[in-house]
């Protein structure tokens, strides 16, 4: 195993553990809004200081950037930097509901080189290092084979923090739902990127993500033999996001029509 990827595995398992011990205790926990419909609880920043501290002493040097803390270690000559979602699901980690992850990707000059997404709930931990494939539980996954959103299951998530942009979203949300067989809502954008990864969902589309909620996802696709593009079919990342085997990807941007996106889909 790569070794960077080796000392993400152990921070995602000791911020896991936390995170099994207090799912749905909300009354051994604090509970707030970081805004409307966004939850942030005494267990992300205690997972994200353990993922941190891990990190940090095997490579002090690197930069850490966390969801809740910001970039909490700088170093601008250092050309790596981690990328933390202590919680990803915070939500269904408040409630009880047993679909949440640590995620952690390290990026080298802007380049994805390492990916963990970790389950502690069903002890599934999905992998990637650039080059190498990307794996669950020890075992290689591939995307799904199909080649059209027809007979296709397809996550998403609606755009519940950014509600202005609901009118936009739901009409391309319509048309989807024309072409498929089924949609999925999990509550973890980093679990639907590595389903997608495994060939549980055909693909996955949402808008308005931060990179600390698909960095390592990404590259878990990626190395999985998909791909991650915007709404519009760019490689660039601007928090739109879709997932998915090439075909299936260039088939949703189609259902889509770039020509007519409003321009917060763009």
């Not at 995620?103 to 380049?111: A, C, R, T, V, W």
């Not at 519940?160 to 936009?168: C, F, K, Q, S």
């Not at 319509?174 to 990864?197: E, P």
């Amino acid at each position: 195993m790569h070794p960077m990827l080796n000392i993400a595995v152990r921070a995602a398992r000791a911020a896991g553990n936390i995170i099994a011990k207090n799912l749905g205790e909300t009354h051994s926990f604090d509970v707030s809004e970081k805004r409307k419909d966004d939850l942030v609880t005494s267990i992300d920043k205690e997972c994200e200081k353990t993922i941190v501290s891990v990190l940090h002493k095997a490579y002090p040097d690197h930069n850490i950037m966390g969801e809740e803390g910001g970039l909490v270690h700088k170093n601008e000559n250092s050309e790596f930097t981690w990328i933390i979602d202590p919680i990803d699901g915070t939500t269904n980690f408040v409630k009880g509901i047993p679909h949440v992850a640590v995620s952690i990707g390290l990026m080298q000059n802007n380049k994805n080189m390492v990916g963990v997404v970790f389950n502690p709930m069903t002890n599934e931990m999905f992998i990637a290092s650039r080059g190498d494939g990307a794996s669950l539980n020890g075992r290689r996954i591939r995307v799904s084979d199909l080649t059209s959103t027809d007979g296709a299951i397809i996550a998403t998530a609606p755009p519940v923090r950014y509600r202005e942009r609901m009118n936009a979203y739901m009409g391309i949300f319509h048309k989807v739902v024309d072409n498929c067989a089924d949609i999925r809502r999990s509550g973890s954008a980093a679990l639907d990127l590595c389903y997608v990864a495994a060939g549980r969902y055909d693909a996955y589309f949402e808008q308005g993500l931060k990179v600390w909620d698909f960095c390592a996802g990404e590259l878990i696709v990626r190395e999985a033999g998909g791909i991650v593009t915007d709404f519009v079919g760019s490689p660039e990342k601007n928090g739109n996001i879709v997932a998915g085997n090439p075909k299936i990807v260039q088939s949703l941007i189609k259902i889509f029509d770039p020509n007519t996106l409003d321009a917060s889909l763009r």
